[in-house]
């Protein structure tokens, strides 16, 4: 008997059919001994509906207005899966954020999680009840309804999973796990049984967008086993693999991963514009003065790279923001006071990011050579190199994404098992 | 300087458009220095797409669940009305019922308010801060939301009136007040100035769909002025009478009413069936036997007529039941047990009740006499008769509806200023 927390997202729940076939999921696991507790999104449109219903009423609404609006979806889910699990026998109960409660910063729209009451919880789940529990939602210091932002029924997962100390959060997807890379682009990519907190951390942040970077931060810090699973497999029947266990993705403590490989995926992301100034005027504070702004402006500057130029009185920098931002920024750098001498600003949206990842690269050198020298070999020009601990993210031409993708997909043998 | 609750309903507040009209006429009470409170219904057609998700989820729905899925609806207009009453400079914020909160007894779709916690609203009131109430739902003891049953929106909205000592409580409806009748029936049916509570109560309860009866039962216990008018009225510029009173309809106690009619009103009903037991033994405990069990079926029995039959040991029964309860009620009757003897059951559909209605009538007789008369002059033949001091009510057949309902109103000069 185990403690489990799911997590089914907005297209799991989209209509009452769905919302029968999570439920035959839940009883599978209620059926099987399990202590359970279900944290649902909205259904599929409905947030967004809400949303624009804010947006239109006011371009300047109320962060406070807009989370009672909004947090109203998840409620309506979390109602109608207890009735749909009463229907199938199965004990249960909805929970509001204000009524567990969950509690929040207050800071509207993009409230953290700081506390969450279990003991009432805990005692229902341990007498059999299963806790249907309206994700993305929690309560501020001023008693009103906080949301955690987009994405957020994730982050309440494992928050919760943390809070009743769960054997193992299962977040219920429209895939069945995390591959070494987009299918989509390798047809061969391999589900991983299993991926370290940090490796997850870099493929979320990096564009891989199977489950949102807080709540792989937060699970890291609180140590919650995450499973990353199908909710479109048959709940009866879900799909084993040779041990006989569910088939996902576990995201787990390095230590649990025994067979560490060298190189665990290969993430990219589109979303990244690249700006050159070159001929700044070398001298102190410089780095400051441009990207302080930016900061202020609340423009995700990612990677940076700064160079010395011949002349050795002047530095080129260049640096990437996201697509988005990209307009924003090149205005900023334009209005930047004239004690900043910059010769010549340029830029381009048509760059790529790809990664590398692997915790194994931390014992290995060599990793990074690799990789240049497969992209060289493949006649792609490295625009920009940025590496950490355990990965190498390179900026690239964005017609040659796929082909770098595959590349160094194919030259990790992370085809192979 | 005034303390106002306004309610308005969900065609009200159907689309932006119209929540942006309601905002409209509280910006103009707060303009002309009134301490507001404002109590919204969910969008029209949102509370019903709710109510049939949880019936598709399931047939026997938890109370509770339901509650937490249909009351999201009046969370939602909470949220834009406040976000759109900002936008027009207007200080503004949402109240959900846990908030307040607003006690309920717990009855889960049926909930009664117990009582409402205030100071924490007037407060805000005071210092300008217009509140606004979802309507339709509290909290329980089981500190779960609880709704008031359909049409609970008005009775919020008088509970809370009379909760922070409003000086008035206008519903805000698609009608711009209380007629002498049905004005698609009666072209000349006249508005009314004042109706006192007792009336009110008897045309709510006898089809003039206004109001809820259950508000109007709670104005009149604690003394809440209630005007009825009209949400579609130009909010900058409505309409006043030649006494620059805004134009509409006002429940109040009859002491408020200077000149008082001796007819008020008629209302109809054609939601009425009629069933006949011909030849029922006549012993004690008969009427008991055969109204005990419908009773326990939640049937609504409404005029009950019974006669002595020409042989002195029968008895002749006649009642109406709601229309839908019509074969339900048919069915008990024929399976009561066999010590309650019943020669014949016959009954129909096809009748109407209508009402004149009056506090007048009190202190004057023939009122009656004058309705008979004049059904009776146009060949309409009256099935029963019931009585109270202020209502008379007649069962007619259902095709004189219009005829009836015509000539009553004309020969108590209804018409007439």
């Not at 991983?192 to 699970?219: C, H, N, P, Y």
Request: include cysteine.
């Amino acid at each position: 008997m185990a403690r489990l927390v799911l997590k089914f997202g907005g297209t799991s729940v989209a209509d009452l059919g769905r919302i029968r076939n999570v439920a035959r999921h839940v009883k599978r696991e209620v059926d099987a001994g399990h202590e359970v507790a279900v944290v649902v999104s909205a259904m599929s449109g409905v947030t967004n509906q809400l949303v624009g219903y804010c947006r239109d009423a006011s371009v300047l609404h109320d962060a406070r207005e807009y989370d009672a609006v909004v947090a109203s979806g998840e409620q309506v889910t979390a109602g109608l899966l207890a009735i749909t699990l009463q229907s199938l026998g199965v004990e249960a109960r909805s929970w509001l954020g204000w009524q567990i409660p969950i509690r929040t910063d207050g800071a509207h729209s993009v409230a953290r999680i700081t506390g969450i009451d279990s003991p009432l919880l805990l005692e229902r789940m341990a007498k059999g009840q299963v806790a249907v529990i309206a994700g993305f939602q929690g309560i501020g210091p001023d008693n009103r309804i906080s949301t955690l932002g987009r994405g957020g029924s994730d982050t309440s997962a494992v928050a919760i999973a943390a809070a009743v100390g769960a054997d193992r959060c299962d977040i219920y997807t429209d895939v069945d796990g995390v591959y070494t890379t987009d299918p989509r682009i390798v047809s061969n990519a391999r589900r991983l049984d299993k991926v370290a907190f940090e490796e997850m951390l870099e493929m979320a942040s990096l564009g891989a967008k199977v489950l949102q970077v807080r709540s792989v931060e937060l699970a890291m810090v609180h140590g919650v086993r995450t499973f990353v699973r199908s909710s479109f497999a048959d709940p009866d029947a879900p799909q084993v693999n040779e041990r006989g266990e569910p088939v996902g993705t576990l995201i787990c403590d390095e230590d649990e991963i025994v067979e560490k490989q060298l190189v665990t995926g290969i993430a990219y992301s589109k979303d990244e514009a690249k700006i050159t100034l070159r001929r700044v005027q070398d001298k102190p504070g410089i780095a400051a003065g441009i990207f302080g702004p930016l900061a202020a402006a609340n423009v995700n500057v990612d990677m940076i790279v700064q160079n010395i130029s011949e002349d050795g009185r002047t530095t080129d920098i260049t640096f990437t923001v996201p697509t988005a931002d990209y307009e924003r920024s090149l205005a900023l750098i334009d209005g930047l006071s004239s004690a900043i001498s910059i010769e010549q600003v340029s830029g381009s949206k048509d760059v790529a990011k790809v990664s590398v990842i692997g915790i194994g690269m931390r014992s290995h050198a060599g990793v990074a050579a690799q990789a240049f020298e497969a992209l060289a070999s493949r006649g792609i020009n490295i625009q920009l190199i940025t590496t950490s601990e355990i990965k190498i993210s390179i900026l690239i031409d964005a017609a040659y994404t796929e082909l770098a993708v595959r590349t160094l997909h194919s030259i990790y043998e992370l085809d192979k098992t």
